[in-house]
């Protein structure tokens, strides 16, 4: 069955290290996207992508940094981890033309 | 921007009352509006959508409609069973880009036996 994967599932690092999430897609779709879920807040979209080579920015980007190499992966990175990034982390797909997300099952990032 | 407004939660119930979770959306364009439902320790499922004014989106017993004259988006259900224990979310697509998401906080909905 196709699926979406996130890795790691948990983590806990150091205020300034640099952290990669991992999201890996078998359903061969086109877009991906990265989601960051706060209380009071739902999910905020931090970037996206609609193919290989393709990344955008989304309403919350600052810290974070995406690649899409391949279609099946689109690792998220923060290049020196903040305590307001603590987090729990959702990467979801969909195929092209499709406003309906398949989620990960979520990735909580503690920085202490 | 585009925003989504949940009633504020969260929601306790016994099981078989009747579910509303109120939803109002605010958007410059035609969009598109979703409910999703989010399992404990799991990732966001879709539960229903609608994709224009009117439409009504259905699943599992719930039931949303589109009401574009009050830009709302209500989840409802009859009856509801412990195992609905769960967050729901409200969302919208704006129609400018596939896949952009804007979502309301989360309601938290609890059913007790």
């Known amino acids: 069955d196709a699926e979406i994967t996130q890795s790691p599932r948990h983590k806990i690092t150091e205020t300034g290290r640099q952290v990669t999430l991992a999201c890996h897609q078998t359903w061969n779709h086109n877009n991906m996207f990265w989601y960051r879920q706060d209380l009071g807040h739902g999910l905020r979209l931090i970037h996206y992508s609609y193919g290989v080579q393709d990344t955008n920015k989304g309403e919350v980007s600052d810290g974070y940094s995406v690649s899409r190499s391949n279609t099946e992966d689109l690792p998220l990175t923060l290049e020196s981890a903040a305590s307001s990034q603590t987090s729990v982390y959702f990467c979801a797909s969909s195929p092209q033309g499709s406003n309906v997300l398949t989620f990960g099952a979520g990735s909580r990032l503690t920085v202490l | 921007g585009d925003s989504v407004t949940q009633m504020e939660g969260p929601v306790t119930l016994s099981e078989e009352a009747f579910l509303t979770i109120n939803c109002t959306y605010t958007a410059t364009g035609y969009p598109s509006l979703f409910w999703y439902v989010q399992y404990p320790g799991e990732g966001l499922q879709l539960l229903l959508k609608a994709t224009k004014a009117d439409d009504k989106g259905s699943n599992k017993g719930f039931e949303a409609t589109y009401r574009k004259e009050t830009t709302s988006f209500h989840l409802e259900k009859g009856s509801v069973q412990v195992s609905d224990s769960a967050v729901y979310f409200c969302?919208?697509?704006?129609?400018?880009?596939?896949?952009?998401?804007?979502f309301g906080q989360g309601t938290i909905l609890t059913v007790h036996p």
């Open positions: 969302a919208l697509n704006g129609g400018t880009s596939y896949g952009k998401l804007t």
